[in-house]
């Protein structure tokens, strides 16, 4: 089967698998003094690095009006600062052989190089220096915001499946920032001021918001060295709060939409549930729901697949994602696309059917036991890739998790049972909490 | 920090030695041919096999057969029916990727330790004895088709499918390995037999492996799941002809931001001067920020988001090519911009310190490449279907060093070519016209 089915490519980008787990003992971690946290994955086979600082701070911790103002300051963290010409950080990256890059979503904003292994105390030097020296001037803003509103543009606007995506989601979160565009919606960006960015810069860029993660040929002593001689210097900002959204008020009310393109050329139905996200301490629940998309939307042997693709052709393409890597309340979602001369109507309603005779059926314990081998599987393959293990902690502790919630993960996974999945899906799969949206040809229009 | 600059200057000297890949060739008692990186380190292995063709193997009229062919390799083999066989797949935690291109099917399989033998035993079935049922052709072809009509929509895809259209015409280049919707709609259950039969053969079959098997384990793997392909598959086409002459192609389509792709001659992989081209590509185009187009029409301008070139020598032609997408009223100016960065590249060629920094980046990058099994299969396979020597990334950094500031400007001059550079572009552009078709 082929499964990346290009209208789909949004959707599937945004549900983070959830990879198998690191062995323990990969894996160190430690505290500066200043709050800041650490965390060190060794693998020695190749002399290369990742040196990466994750930032508790994303998209939806920006006030309101302001939005995207997180990304684009993680654009304008590559200007000048006290010490470096603008531009002078990648420079000095691509002049050592190593690649650089940034990234910005909800709950994070992360930095990373990687380089050769003996990089590492030039990498700390630079990104210790833009933690607090960067210095902007208005002709930057304007530029990269112009920037940014092309990557809008690729994104988003030239896009009808993330223009659908933007307004389920702003549907889906009544009160809680998540409803708002990592990117920023197209108005506010264009309005973004130095002064909204400096401030954004000034509360959040700070070592106790951070977490440090650098991963491959290094040894956990030396970068504890460095980590303290570079980043241990700065001070802690005193001002920090706990982080605190505006949460959800009860949702009560199903919420139905359909939208409309002159681009969409294969209709499709989206239905998002409020979910609840892993918690530190509490992550059952999250692992219910984790091993529900899979067993209910997760591959040819899933139980949509099987009843929607198989059983009958009502669909060409179904799936289930959850991500449970979120600080607030997340989604699950469901996706069906239709088969040829199936309405939109009627595949809902096989969707619903479907779901609904899952919970009656129970989960078939074999298809269990096969998920569950893959997940320990996953956890030998994961150890070809230490950055992805290293990525899975940056992640984890920027949305409320600890090193231990990390560790834990793959033991929990592996005790839940077919009637805790199936307790999951009553209690999240919801018409008052969810979303349905209809993705829909724009009819003809004559000119 | 302007100490940075001193720095730099002592740790090149210190860079380390290249990542130690130990590469093997390992030729099975029944005589097939592969490459081998033993690391025990990890309980699994990475299995690379190409076979050189591809979807230009499309027999006439049967465009789109090889793709949805290897789309069907998943959907069941030997006694196992398609969700039989995907749950045995899942048993054993194996996965097998297939992928097709112009130039090769690709068959990417990961597969652990513990139950390597009958990981291997349905793999071997999914290549000698797919079922191809009827239902699911029909299944996976519903979902080609569904694909092939979301492209028809997407400014991307239009901008390719333009291109490839007026560069190659008849030639299979000139058209989309996934077919088109009618073409995809004929296709029987004999197409994709014989789309089989026109791939899957010993005299164009690429491997490499990368994990915890040794010599003698991968010489009996390579006879137990190759050894009964038949030794020869379709012929190959011939070279394609790039029929592009310099300009603008617009192909009007309502989205706000336009999508443009360009293309000029390219070079040969195994041109003497090709090493030149590559470094001068990083410093016109290649994929840092710190290129001259990303300056130019990102850094200086903010006219896009990304703008990027790179050459593409394939098995059938060699074209020099780069993207970047603007809004419609300024996507003009960012193709001015570029048109003019070419000219200058041709005209002035490089500095002495823009040359030495590629250099120092793209050595220093190379080592980074190789991480990870699946990633390290994948190239000792490119390596072998280039014909590349097996001690090649020993040296490859020194043929990178060789470069001199002459080279990369003679090249410049003798390859960018910027009258003759085409612009394709998608979208509803403003102050753009065609002016070439």
Do not use: C
């Amino acid at each position: 089967m082929i499964r990346a089915l290009t209208i789909l490519g949004v959707m599937l980008a945004t549900a983070l698998p959830v990879f198998a787990q690191s062995n323990k003992e990969l894996v160190t971690s430690f505290k500066l003094e200043n709050g800041m946290q650490v965390i060190v994955v060794e693998d020695h086979r190749a002399p290369v690095l990742q040196h990466m600082i994750w930032y508790r701070n994303g998209s939806a911790d920006e006030p309101h009006g302001v939005s995207g103002v997180a990304h684009l300051l993680e654009h304008l963290m590559f200007k000048a600062t006290d010490n470096m010409e603008s531009g002078e950080l990648s420079a000095t990256v691509a002049a050592n052989g190593g690649r650089d890059n940034a990234f910005t979503s909800y709950d994070y904003t992360a930095y990373f190089q990687r380089v050769a292994a003996d990089r590492l105390e030039l990498m700390m030097r630079m990104e210790s220096d833009r933690m607090v020296n960067l210095r902007l001037t208005p002709e930057n803003i304007q530029t990269e915001r112009d920037v940014v509103l092309e990557e809008r543009n690729s994104r988003v606007e030239n896009n009808p499946r993330a223009l659908f995506g933007e307004q389920m989601n702003a549907i889906q979160y009544y009160n809680h920032t998540y409803g708002r565009p990592v990117i920023g919606w197209r108005r506010e960006v264009e309005e973004l001021s130095l002064e909204n960015v400096l401030a954004f810069y000034r509360t959040y860029y700070a070592p106790n918001n951070a977490t440090l993660v650098v991963s491959g040929d290094v040894d956990p002593e030396q970068v504890r060295a460095l980590a303290e001689q570079y980043y241990g210097v700065i001070p802690a900002n005193p001002d920090l709060r706990e982080r605190a959204r505006p949460q959800e008020p009860p949702q009560t009310a199903a919420r139905r939409m359909t939208f409309k393109d002159a681009r969409v050329a294969q209709p499709y139905i989206n239905r998002s549930y409020l979910a609840p996200e892993r918690n530190t301490g509490d992550q059952e629940q999250a692992a219910a729901l984790y091993l529900l998309a899979e067993i209910l939307g997760g591959g040819t042997t899933s139980y949509l697949a099987e009843q929607l693709q198989f059983e009958n052709q009502t669909a060409v393409y179904t799936g289930a994602f959850y991500s449970g890597q979120s600080l607030d309340p997340t989604t699950f979602d469901m996706v069906i696309v239709p088969a040829e001369g199936v309405t939109l109507e009627q595949a809902e309603t096989a969707m619903d059917d479907a779901v609904a005779g899952f919970i009656k059926a129970g989960v078939d314990p074999e298809q269990l036991d096969r998920i569950k081998m893959q997940l320990r599987a996953s956890q030998i393959y994961a150890r070809d890739n230490v950055d992805g293990i290293a990525n899975r902690y940056g992640r984890a502790l920027s949305t409320g998790l600890t090193i231990k919630d990390v560790q834990d993960w793959p033991d929990i996974l592996q005790a839940v049972t077919g009637e805790q999945i199936i307790a999951a899906a009553r209690d999240v799969l919801i018409p008052e909490t969810s979303v349905t949206g209809w993705m829909m040809r724009q009819e003809e229009v004559s000119q | 920090m302007r100490g940075f600059i001193t720095l730099i200057t002592v740790l090149f000297m210190a860079f380390p030695a290249l990542a130690e890949v130990k590469i093997k060739q390992v030729t099975s008692p029944g005589g097939i041919t592969a490459w081998l990186v033993m690391d025990q380190s990890i309980p699994f292995t990475a299995l690379e096999l190409r076979f050189r063709g591809g979807t230009s193997l499309d027999a006439p009229g049967k465009r789109g057969a090889i793709h949805l062919m290897t789309g069907l390799l998943e959907e069941g083999a030997g006694d196992l029916k398609a969700r039989p066989y995907a749950r045995e797949l899942e048993a054993l935690a194996a996965s097998f990727g297939y992928d097709s291109s112009s130039d090769s099917v690709s068959v990417s399989a990961r597969f652990l330790s513990e139950n390597r033998d009958q990981a291997l035993a349905l793999l071997r079935d999914t290549l000698l004895a797919p079922r191809f049922d009827q239902e699911a052709i029909d299944r996976v072809r519903a979902q080609v088709i569904s694909s092939l009509k979301s492209a028809e929509k997407d400014p991307d895809e239009i901008a390719a499918a333009t291109y490839r259209r007026l560069a190659f015409g008849d030639h299979p280049y000139g058209s989309s390995g996934s077919g088109t919707i009618s073409s995809v709609t004929a296709l029987t259950r004999d197409d994709m037999i014989a789309a089989h039969k026109a791939v899957f053969a010993r005299d164009r079959l690429y491997v490499g492996a990368v994990g915890d098997i040794t010599e003698q384990e991968l010489g009996t793997l390579l006879d137990n799941l190759l050894l009964d392909l038949p030794e020869t598959g379709a012929p190959f086409p011939g070279p394609a002809e790039y029929n592009l002459s310099g300009g603008v192609t617009v192909v009007d389509f309502d989205t706000p931001q336009s999508v443009a792709v360009f293309s000029q001659r390219g070079i040969e992989r195994d041109d003497d001067d090709f090493f030149a081209a590559y470094v001068l590509n990083q410093v016109l185009g290649g994929g840092s920020f710190e290129s001259r187009l990303m300056t130019e029409v990102r850094e200086k301008r903010g006219l896009t988001y990304g703008v990027y070139s790179y050459l593409s020598p394939r098995d059938l032609v060699a074209t020099y090519r780069g993207g970047v997408s603007s809004a419609n009223d300024r996507i003009a100016e960012a193709i001015k911009v570029i048109g003019e960065e070419w000219a200058k590249m041709a005209e002035n060629g490089m500095t002495q310190k823009e040359l030495d920094d590629a250099k120092t980046y793209l050595t220093g990058a190379y080592p980074l490449r190789f991480d990870g099994n699946a990633r390290i299969a994948g190239i000792l396979v490119g390596m072998q279907m280039q014909d590349l020597p097996i001690d090649y990334i020993t040296t490859r950094n020194a043929k990178v060093e060789a470069v001199t500031l002459d080279d990369v400007n003679r090249v410049a001059a003798e390859l960018l070519d910027p009258e003759g550079l085409r612009f394709v572009v998608v979208g509803r552009p403003e102050g753009l016209e065609t002016t070439a078709d």
